[in-house]
């Protein structure tokens, strides 16, 4: 599985921790999250963020066995990870694993400790799966599952019996898309755009199902978050052959001011994977 994106998932992570320890601590997580989204410098991102891996691990490490009241600390610790493995490891392909497989056990301890009937559904079938999800209205917890779980896809993508899980990660975020098409600022539809874009229609893949999904992340974010229209570029214009449409979108991405509210860190690093997308096409297309 190629890359995803996570770092919308930062500000969420940050804020996840709110609970830990009183309204004091909830403004600063909060406030750091906004800090950390409307970051120019990716790099300084990068060279603080592990000290709140940190802390979180500690904090985890602390905790009463089986209090519930621990989940949104797991949530937010893997989350947090996901997004580091996936934006920040520097092609470190080892590291990536270590962290993104972290997330996904933290997600799954915290989906045990809040949802029982979920937790006993990870390891069924796809069928048994999908229909216990389609019951649960847990948006935020649904979301935090799929966002570790793909990130845990990506950097296993050479397990197939991991990426034999792809459907119930599909359907994970088709239910999060049904119960707020706007959760998260359109990212689940990013999600859903790679997933169908993976492979030619010829193959199984859905690329105009995935451009749609693409398409409609741009809308909810009102264009703001350059990293879809990267995305759109790199997974549906390459898998089609489109290279009119390639280039199109990632110079539109070069050109546009980065900064906006919530996305200026995500069109930072969109603007730098474009630069790099638009290069390489010349020799892919």
Known sequence: MKKIALV?????????????VGKATDSFAKNLGNAVLNSEDPATVRDGLPAYLLLLDGLIAGQEPGDKSNAGVLLAAAQLNGAYAGNFTQGDAVRAKRLSNKSLDYARAAVCLSDSELCLALDKDIDAFIAVVNKDENTALLYALASSWAGFLQSNSEDWG???????????????VALDANHERGLPYVYLGVINSLRPEALGGKPEVGRAYFEKAISISEGKNLYAKTA??????????????HDQLLNEVINANPKANGYTLINTLAQDQAKQLLASGKDYF
């Not at 991991?162 to 999060?176: E, F, S, W, Y």
């Open 8 to 20: 919308l998932l930062v500000a969420v992570a940050l804020s996840g921790c709110a609970s830990i």
């Open 162 to 176: 991991a990426i034999a899980d792809l459907p119930k990660v599909d359907a994970l975020l088709m239910r999060v």
């Open 232 to 245: 759109l570029a790199q997974y549906y214009a390459r898998l089609v052959f489109n290279q009119e449409l």
